[in-house]
Nanobody, 118 residues
Framework: QVQLVESGGGLVQAGGSLRLSCTTS????????MSWFRQAPGKEREAVAR????????FVVDSVKGRFTISRDNAKNMVYLQMNSLKPEDTAVYYC???????????WGQGTQVTVSS
């Protein structure tokens, strides 16, 4: 069983930065593809970024490209989402997820709220 825990959310002004972290109290994350998703009020959940198990391959959606960076430190069992130049439209609950394919995730965290004020 993999229990994911996110942290690092909060309230920030537009243009500011936050770094989200994700770790697990269970099995190691090093064998999993990891992704960050977000869900804004009244909207569907969307994938934001994902990273391969080794960290060699990453992907971010166009709406956050150049502003968000996903990374991982398998030695520390951590996955990060560095978010810069935040915009009010980035306001959402952010979730990390672990899976064995790019598009299928078996394990999810409880989410962390990110609120960007204008």
């Amino acid at each position: 069983q993999v229990q994911l825990v996110e942290s690092g959310g909060g309230l920030v002004q537009a243009g500011g930065s936050l770094r989200l972290s994700c770790t697990t109290s269970g099995r190691t994350l090093s064998t999993y593809i990891m992704s960050w998703f977000r869900q804004a009020p009244g909207k569907e959940r969307e994938a934001v970024a994902r990273i391969s198990s080794t960290g060699e391959n990453t992907f971010v959606v166009d709406s956050v490209k150049g502003r968000f960076t996903i990374s991982r430190d398998n030695a520390k069992n951590m996955v990060y989402l560095q978010m810069n130049s935040l915009k009010p439209e980035d306001t959402a609950v952010y979730y990390c997820a672990a899976g064995t394919t790019w598009f299928s995730y078996a394990y999810w965290g409880q989410g962390t709220q990110v609120t960007v004020s204008s």
